[in-house]
């Protein structure tokens, strides 16, 4: 769906270990977006990007970091994992045009021991 | 601020009985409406979009929602399950700021098709 590729799919990390998230997209989409999926919560918004190079905060960005250096790749990292990161993580992306639906990458998994 | 509240967090139906999944929304502003779907292990899927055009709007799999602006309601409903209807389903409002849009989602349903 819209060529939205996330990387790892899982991962296992310690706290206190740095990890990047990586969503790569094949449709040139501009606007890119990170979220968080926990039971009871929903999907909330990290970081989103409008450009390369320009990103901004979501609702829940505290211990996240996000780059976009080129259109197709945007990625999350946490700068130091806590046991709360835990969650499911997924990419998504839409193109230009107001309000056109988001496409999602299939997810990545992170569990912080 | 844009939000939608899903009542409910899991609805079972039996096969072949109506489907109703709750949303109602919050804005300021003409909303534009999304119902995702989300399978075991996959991203969500876009069911169907409401923007305005047509306050019944009609999504893949036999879904479809209502927009009732008088009680800022956009229910999704279905008139027969099938068990293969078994998944998470998202409402979910879209906004623009400054040129750049936000997508908030529900906390989800979990519909359950018992047979």
């Known amino acids: 769906d819209a060529g939205i590729t996330q990387s790892p799919r899982h991962k296992v990390t310690e706290t206190g270990t740095p990890v990047t998230l990586r969503c790569h997209q094949t449709?040139?989409?501009?606007?890119m977006y990170w979220y968080r999926q926990d039971p009871g919560h929903g999907l909330r918004l990290i970081h989103y990007?409008?450009?390369?190079?320009?990103?901004d905060k979501g609702e829940v960005s505290d211990g996240y970091s996000v780059s976009r250096s080129k259109t197709e790749d945007f990625l999350l990292t946490l700068e130091s994992a806590t046991s709360s990161q835990t969650s499911v993580y997924f990419c998504a992306t839409h193109s230009q045009g107001i309000y056109s639906p988001l496409h999602f990458g299939n997810g990545t998994r992170l569990t912080v021991t | 601020a844009q939000s939608v509240t899903q009542l409910g967090s899991h609805v079972s139906v039996s096969e072949g009985a109506l489907v109703l999944l709750r949303c109602n929304y919050s804005?300021?502003?003409?909303?534009?409406l999304f119902w995702y779907v989300q399978y075991p292990n996959q991203g969500l899927q876009l069911l169907l979009k409401y923007t305005s055009a047509a306050t019944l709007v009609k999504g893949i799999n036999g879904f479809e929602a209502e927009f009732k602006k008088s009680e800022t309601s956009f229910h999704l409903t279905k008139p027969s399950a099938h068990m293969s209807d078994a998944a998470e389903y998202f409402c979910a409002v879209a906004g623009s700021t400054s040129g750049t849009y936000k997508y908030i989602f529900g906390t989800g349903t979990r519909l359950k098709v018992l047979a």
């Open positions: 804005s300021s502003v003409p909303p534009y």
């Open positions: 449709e040139n989409h501009r606007y």
């Open positions: 990007s409008y450009g390369v190079k320009d990103t």
